[in-house]
């Protein structure tokens, strides 16, 4: 068991420029999860991929972030025009699926975000 | 899903039991009680979860109450590496039908320092 993976670790770029994230998750896992985590708050949700399709998207996911998973292995996410509030640790998170059960998330070490 | 109170803060000695309180009063039957924590600049660890009865793991005991309106997470034996964010997270179980991954909403959770 690999764990989940994320890369960068950590990235630094200039307001207005664009950047893109990967997530690697665990190889079994057909559930690959976005969450944003800000200074002194608890991860929140930003979206939720079953395979290669975007099942689901919060509020908080602006129309300058797209994420994908085009072959229901890995997944990017995408901020474009990246804006100071938009510094925060983006976390990624896997999890099995299937009937009838509620199966637990596992979270790889985040990319954490500066904009300056 | 049911929103969950936690202490802000907690103190323990290292070899000492730690007893982290959750309240979560609205609970529905059909929604589990999570726990996670956080390791300072680390991404989310699974510890456990339940639905009605208790649970023991190798790193810890979920005790929910009777009337599932509150729980415990029990550290039997505290180590200065559990100091940590936890997190009690109430979720939905699996909705036929509902293409909802069921995204974790962490709150601010409990810091729990353990000391020498």
């Known amino acids: 068991d690999t764990g989940v993976s994320q890369d960068p670790r950590h990235k630094i770029t200039k307001r207005g420029q664009n950047v893109t994230f990967r997530c690697d998750p665990i190889?079994?896992?057909?559930?690959l999860y976005w969450y944003r985590q800000t200074l002194g708050q608890g991860p929140e949700f930003l979206t939720y991929f079953q395979n290669e399709a975007q099942l689901e998207k919060s509020r908080l996911l602006s129309d300058r972030f797209s994420a994908e998973r085009p072959k229901g292995s890995f997944s990017t996410l995408e901020i474009q025009r990246t804006e100071q509030g938009d510094s925060a640790m983006y976390l990624c998170?896997?999890?099995?699926?299937?009937?009838?059960?509620?199966?637990?998330?596992?979270f790889g070490p985040g990319t954490r975000l500066t904009v300056t | 899903d049911a929103k969950t109170t936690q202490p802000t803060s907690m103190d323990c000695a290292e070899g000492r039991a730690a007893n982290l309180p959750c309240n979560h009063s609205?609970?529905?039957?059909?929604?589990?009680v999570y726990w996670y924590r956080q390791i300072h600049s680390q991404g989310p660890q699974y510890i456990i979860h339940g639905l009605k009865n208790n649970e023991t793991n190798e790193m810890a005991s979920l005790i929910i109450t009777e009337d599932r309106k509150s729980s415990t997470l029990i550290l039997p034996h505290a180590t200065l590496r559990d100091t940590a964010v936890y997190y009690c997270?109430?979720?939905?179980?699996?909705?036929?039908?509902?293409?909802?991954?069921?995204?974790?909403?962490f709150g601010k959770g409990t810091s729990l320092l353990v000391t020498p």
């Open positions: 190889s079994e896992h057909n559930r």
């Open positions: 997270i109430v979720r939905a179980g699996f909705i036929r039908g509902s293409n909802s991954g069921y995204a974790l909403n």
């Open positions: 609205t609970i529905s039957g059909n929604e589990y």
């Open positions: 998170a896997s999890s099995r699926a299937g009937g009838g059960e509620s199966y637990e998330q596992y």
